[in-house]
């Protein structure tokens, strides 16, 4: 099956730092999505990605679809306290049904 | 709210106990997804369901788990027969239709506890 590698899983940052994390995938995806998990909640979509190439902002979230089909990143500048939480990478392929897949997380923690 | 609602949001089961987890998709979704999440895990899928179907459940266990989702009221994903691994955060997500152009909606979970 499809797996998802998701790094780094975990990090500790100063708040006003710039973060980034990555997800490379054994396999191509058409679509990438960026989830933000609170603690006690489910996922919230944060940024989706449709082509390969594509770089899309959603305030101090950007995030891009590797040109490969196989990756995708995703930075947040300036963290603030409420950044903390996990970022799960999910990818999945379109043809016909396929089913999302998600990486592990990173658990970002703001040190204000 | 017209959000993905789940409920309970806590279950404690003894071992050997049945554990009933419901979902409520958004109003007009009708394809429903089941994932599970262990402890320091990411979410794992279990099974996919529209209306009266399941579509895939490749990743449900083969035995003590089933799920559905009826023409009226709520999915359920049923765990007969509990045991301690089955402790975990259970979430649910919907959409209107099969591609994530739409987006997974997930709901706030249930979080079943086996003692």
Known sequence: ?112 | NAGVMQNPRHLVRRRGQEARLRCSPMKGHSHVYWYRQLPEEGLKFMVYLQKENIIDESGMPKERFSAEFPKEGPSILRIQQVVRGDSAAYFCASSPGTSTNYGYTFGSGTRLTVV
Not at chain 1, 34 to 62: C, F, H, M
Not at chain 1, 64 to 84: C, E, H, M, W, Y
């Open chain 1, 1 to 112: 099956g499809q797996q998802l590698n998701q790094s780094p899983q975990s990090m500790f940052i100063q708040e006003g730092e710039d973060v980034s994390m990555n997800c490379t995938s054994s396999s191509i995806f058409n679509t990438w999505l960026w989830y933000k998990q609170d603690p006690g909640e489910g996922p919230v979509l944060l940024i989706a990605l449709y082509k390969a190439g594509e770089l899309t902002s959603n305030g101090r979230l950007t995030a891009q679809f590797g040109i490969t089909r196989k990756d995708s990143f995703l930075n947040i500048s300036a963290s603030i306290p409420s950044d903390v939480g996990i970022y799960f990478c999910a990818g999945q392929y379109s043809g016909g049904y396929q089913k999302v897949t998600f990486g592990i997380g990173t658990k970002l923690q703001v040190i204000p």
